[in-house]
């Protein structure tokens, strides 16, 4: 995982975090407050993409575990360092979900952790979030913290250490796009991680697309040859899936005699593994493109607009 600090809007960013957010709360019955800072925050030297990851992690396991009659409540506060070129950004999100005992609270960074096999299967989930946003975290110089209590719900604290920079930034580098209107475009997604899944749907909708999800390479297929033709547009496809990668997968929509335009729809790899080698492997097997992970929507956009509108 690579941290890669530019001259940042942190306004922008909080702006798409919580309009990915409001995505997750559709069909809920949930008060959302949102606490925000109005004096003006200097530009900083920040990671859009790995702060908005940090971010909508949190607040979509808040959404996740907060049954409907609750509320979550997100606060972003700029705190002055003492002269020295940094500010301190604190984010504090918290929920009255389902919470957690004090003895899970010490592990709920680690990898893999779940406190309840029943919870686990309500819920879904790995249980790798927290452990990503921790080292995400940590990579960015800040500290994160947890206080729950069981059937009370859930706050957590990110204090984030940030350069303060006279440069110009890039107010559009948030992981969100200029609203381009891509209404009635059909994607086929597959990815197995629902994290993943939840935050690229949301994010093609604002885009006026409509999505499919696919829960696997296996999955994908099926979906695909069960579908009348031209049923989708695009297919976004990730490569490490169970059941059926995403080079299988492609390999098979590609060689359906029955289906012209398995031959002919677009296929875009999404992949963490972005070296040369990965890159001519989704070429290889079919696939038009391939994007690198975490997946910045400003790219998936541009990317789809080349192939599905060339």
Sequence with gaps: MKYN????????????????TKGFLMNRDINFKIQ???????????????????LVNILSNAVKFTPDGGTITFEA????????GYINMRYRISDTGIGMSEEFTKEVFEEFAQEDSDVRTQYHGAG??????????????????????????????VDIPLEITDKECNKSDTG??????????????AEDNELNAEI????????????????????????FSNHPEGTFDVILMDIMMPEMNGYEATKAIRAMNDRPDGKNIPII?????????????????????????????????????RYVYN
């Design 200 to 223: 690229a749907t949301v994010q093609l909708e604002e885009f006026g697309m409509n999505v499919e999800r696919a829960v696997d390479g296996k999955n994908a297929v099926e979906i």
């Design 5 to 20: 600090p530019v001259p940042a809007d942190l306004k922008s960013i909080t702006d798409s975090t919580l309009d990915i």
């Design 128 to 157: 790798l979030g927290m452990a990503i946003v921790k080292k995400y975290v940590d990579m960015m110089g800040g500290t994160i913290s947890v206080q729950s209590k069981k059937q009370e719900g859930t706050t957590f604290t």
């Design 77 to 84: 506060r700029c705190q002055e360092k003492g002269g020295d």
């Design 36 to 54: 925000r800072e109005e004096a003006k925050i200097p530009n900083v030297l920040a990671d859009p993409a790995r702060l908005r990851d940090v």
């Design 176 to 189: 969100f796009s200029e609203k381009i209107n891509l209404t009635g475009v059909k994607v086929l997604l």
């Design 269 to 305: 790899a999404m992949t963490a593994n972005s070296f040369a080698e990965d890159v001519q492997a989704s070429l290889d097997a079919g696939m038009n493109a391939h994007l690198s992970k975490p997946i910045v929507i400003d790219e998936v956009i541009k990317t789809i607009l």
